[in-house]
């Protein structure tokens, strides 16, 4: 974030919106359903899998580990794969995971975890990097995949440069490195994104390596491939490049004249950071021609890079409170320039939205403030650039994915979450009641006045008369036993009464 701590704040509700409409599946995509298997390395701008498929990062960042409480936010909540469960359901297919190097003291112990009611119970006992192996475990069984990001330097708050006083630059590598180690192996974690938003004094290409990011990323990133050179090398950029300034970590303009060159081909991945008005105003944002400018003000900062061919572009961070028409405008557009995967498949920018967090003061997240309930207007205007979800690890009987033999079934529940008469917003969770993994869903109901769908994400719909017919979209159709998977639609006129539903699964 472009600020020098991140605020734990409640979640602002969002204004209300109607969120843009999933786009159709195109055959792009769903040629690339099973693309995803094993470690990843670039070859242009693309980011590729073990067997030469095209993939798209298309997830979610959880932050905490980089926080005083040191483990992922909402264990006081929620157990940790149910969690990963939903995001998984609602079609993001990778966790960006910010860290300190606090977890790697031998005395840092996490808090704020509920095992109330048989909660986290396998978290019991465990430090914040054990934790994290729980985590990254789940997620591959799920079929997501991890990036590790270093945060900051300590629980305090973000750096500058890579160093402080307090942990050098050698004390940065070596705990990169421990973790290269600890996963090596464990395709889950596909990569490392080296430090979070370097900003002034930090520049790219000066040639002084206290200052020079660029120079200190290829130290770093040759130090991690030393140990797995499987691994992806994630790169932000800085602040400001040759007299220009943006976004701390957004500023990309120095890899035209010096791009970071590592030991071992095709692993650099490029990364930016972009923001709307409720993290801080812009000079782009008040433009006449606002939102137009938009894609060249991204063109010139990052675009260029995967225009150029030159290398993978990751927005490892956006969001917004969509409380400013502002924020709306600058979201709608933004997700139109990281190119629909229905028309463009993997052939696209990746990306993970900040945050799955309620508690980003300045942003808000994907869930609300009682850690369940999905922000589905939020949720909505990423539909368009979600992307098929990847091969789950492997496990033992039972694990996600797991076929077993068992009856399928699901239940559904239809909640209105917000009606303003003229039209209204709703969720409809699928549940898994039966004993096996389901592959596809299919939910009907039949309102009792005159309501249409005006649009619907996270799954496909027809409707005859009063009768509407919603089928799974195609990330989200695979729920495990006891799992669950949810969509929204925004409708009109008003909602009414929630009207029965029934569900059938496959």
């Known amino acids: 974030m472009f600020r020098s701590l991140r605020r734990a704040l409640c979640a602002v509700a969002a204004a209300l919106l109607l969120p843009l409409g999933a786009q159709t599946a195109h055959s792009a995509q769903a040629a690339e359903a099973a693309a995803g298997a094993g470690y990843w390395h670039t070859s242009g701008r693309q ?40 995001m998984r359901s609602l079609g993001y297919n990778t966790i960006r995971i910010p860290f300190s190097d606090d977890i790697f003291k031998s005395g840092t112990v996490p808090d704020s975890i509920d095992f109330s009611s048989g909660k986290n119970a396998d978290l019991q006992g465990l430090n914040s990097l054990q934790i ?22 300590d629980a305090g708050g973000q750096s500058a440069l890579w160093y402080t006083s307090a942990v050098p ?18 395709d889950t974690v596909v990569g490392i994104d080296l430090h979070n938003e370097p900003h002034d004094p930090a520049c790219w290409g000066c040639g002084d390596t206290t200052r020079d990011w660029r120079l200190a990323a290829q130290r770093a990133g040759n130090a991690v491939l030393a140990v797995n050179p499987e691994l992806l090398i994630f790169v932000e950029g800085v602040q400001t490049y040759n007299g220009v300034s943006g976004w701390w970590g957004g500023n990309l303009m120095g890899v035209a004249d010096h791009p970071v060159q590592l030991n071992v081909a095709n692993r650099v991945v490029y990364s930016a ?16 021609g606002f939102p137009a400018n938009m894609p060249g003000v991204w063109d010139k900062y990052w675009g260029y890079i995967f225009k150029q061919n030159i290398a ?8 917004t409170t969509l409380q400013s028409t502002v924020d709306q405008r600058w979201l709608a557009a933004l997700v139109d320039y990281l190119r629909p995967t229905s028309t463009y ?18 942003t808000g ?24 979800g990847f091969p789950a690890g492997g496990g033992g009987p039972g694990d996600p994915g797991d076929p077993g033999g068992g009856t399928a079934a699901c239940t559904a529940a239809y909640t209105v979450s917000s009606d303003w008469g003229g039209g209204f917003n709703a969720e409809v969770k699928v549940t898994n009641t039966g004993t096996t993994a389901i592959s596809s869903w299919k939910v ?16 496909s719909y027809t409707q005859s008369g009063s009768t509407v017919t919603a089928s799974n979209a195609s990330h989200n159709g695979s729920v495990a036993a006891g799992g669950s998977a949810s969509f929204g639609f925004g409708g009109a006129p008003g909602g009414g009464g929630a009207p029965s539903v029934s569900c059938t699964a496959a």
């Open 47 to 86: 980011i590729l899998d073990e067997a030469g498929q095209s993939v798209r990062i298309a997830g979610i960042n959880w932050f905490g580990f980089e926080t005083g409480n040191h483990v992922v936010h909402g264990l006081w909540s929620r157990d940790y794969k149910s969690m990963i469960d939903q």
């Open 132 to 153: 994290l192996d729980k985590i990254v475990a789940y997620a591959g069984q799920d079929g997501l995949k991890v990036i590790l990001d270093r945060h900051r330097p």
């Open 169 to 186: 630059e050698s004390t940065w590598i070596a705990n990169l490195r421990a973790l290269a180690t600890r996963y090596l192996g464990q």
């Open 273 to 288: 950071h972009d923001y709307a008005t409720s993290v801080a105003q812009q000079s782009w944002f008040s433009d006449p």
């Open 312 to 319: 993978p572009v990751w927005v490892g961070e956006f969001g």
């Open 345 to 362: 498949g993997s052939d696209s920018f990746h990306w993970t939205f900040w945050s799955w967090n309620p508690n980003s003061g300045d």
């Open 365 to 388: 997240g994907i869930l609300k403030d009682d850690w369940q309930t999905v922000d589905t207007v939020k949720d909505g205007y990423l539909a368009s650039v979600k992307a098929p």
């Open 444 to 459: 009907t109901w039949t309102w009792s006045g005159s309501q249409r769908v005006t649009s619907m994400w996270n799954a």
